[in-house]
């Protein structure tokens, strides 16, 4: 089924997630691009990251992309929680916590159901995608070849956490915020003081002092680039499902299972696939410090931090040719082993 503009939908009827709660009539919004082939081969799974659907991310995919379309079968979808797929600004029962491990279970089941898909060439994610690639790592060995965790981690870290949490609060303190992430209305002013915020941590201090901001969309100076670029982006969300994505992001962990209850290293060393790390190098959510860590548990691994001052947005370079052309020769190579 296809919904207004053009995606498709798949349903999971009376889908449980991992709090115990029941998500009724779950809803996967994606999109795909390029060609399956017959053999289902040349599948790449690409999840969304934090308050981003499809049309944020796809402008890396191209026969001269970052992930080329004319080569592989790409499949986006669409995280809970980003206003596409189920989200609490739908008003339809979301549970209180939906975790990164809920989405690739929903992922999977849509793999196989829609496409009859049982195993992929590569998961890509950036950021909370790359949380994704890490699950999909952890939880469905057998069904992955490889992932690229691009400016991600396996377990959201202390720091980040502390991050995430002031997010929250900045949420929370809005006069429109009623409690369990839900607002009367929209919280205008606490949206706006989001994006003010998530401006001095998405980029680093380098990119800042050595005013790498200049001419980023149009900006002659700094309070110009703010405004332009940070202002209003979260402005387009609903604050009900920036809550739902930071509480995510905060849970952040492949461990947090029966499985491995717990045991970061013994989930680590369970992966089977070929693993690409990639941080950048002057990330402040997910530091180079937090892969070097995981990469003494992996057992096919390769760090390759992308060395610039872009900070968070370094794995995300839109903006910014030198870090795409790096992102987009590692990711070639990789994909060609």
């Not at 829609?114 to 069904?143: E, N």
């Not at 919280?187 to 003081?193: G, I, Q, V």
Request: glycine share 8%.
């Amino acid at each position: 089924m296809a919904d207004k503009n053009g995606a498709n939908e798949f349903f999971l009827q009376d889908f449980t997630v991992e709090s115990g709660e029941s998500f009724p009539s779950a809803k996967l919004v994606w999109k795909t691009y390029g060609t399956l082939s017959p053999d289902k081969d040349n599948v790449i799974l690409y999840p969304t990251s934090f308050a981003a659907q499809d049309s944020d991310i796809d402008w890396l995919i191209g026969p001269d992309g970052i992930l080329d379309s004319s080569r592989w079968f790409i499949i986006i979808p669409n995280m809970f929680g980003n206003g596409l797929s189920s989200s609490p600004s739908h008003k339809n029962g979301y549970p209180s916590l939906v975790t990164a491990a809920d989405n690739v279970r929903a992922q999977q089941r849509l793999l196989e159901e829609q496409f009859g898909i049982t195993r992929v060439k590569c998961v890509y994610g950036w950021s909370m995608g790359a949380q994704q690639a890490y699950h999909w790592a952890a939880l469905f060995p057998d069904a992955v070849e490889s992932i690229v965790v691009n400016c991600g981690s396996a377990r959201t870290s202390p720091h980040n956490k502390v991050f995430v949490q002031g997010m929250m609060a900045i949420l929370e303190a809005a006069p429109q915020y009623v409690g369990n992430g839900r607002f009367s209305s929209r919280p205008e002013a606490a949206l706006r003081a989001f994006g003010r915020v998530y401006a001095g941590w998405a980029l680093s201090q380098e990119f800042y002092r050595e005013q790498k901001y200049l001419g980023v969309g149009g900006a002659q100076i700094l309070d110009e680039y703010i405004a332009k670029n940070w202002d209003g982006r979260f402005a387009m969300r609903h604050g009900s499902d920036l809550h739902a994505h930071l509480n995510t992001w905060l849970h952040g962990d492949i461990s947090a299972n029966a499985r491995f209850g717990g045991d970061l290293a013994a989930a680590l060393a369970a992966i089977q696939c070929r693993v690409l790390l990639m941080p950048g190098a002057t990330d402040l959510y997910f530091r180079v410090a937090d892969n070097e860590l995981e990469l003494k548990h992996l057992r096919n691994a390769r760090l390759t931090p992308i060395p610039s001052v872009w900070g968070h947005v370094a794995g995300n370079p839109r903006q910014n040719p030198a870090d795409a052309a790096f992102v987009r020769a590692r990711v070639s190579d990789w994909l060609a082993v």
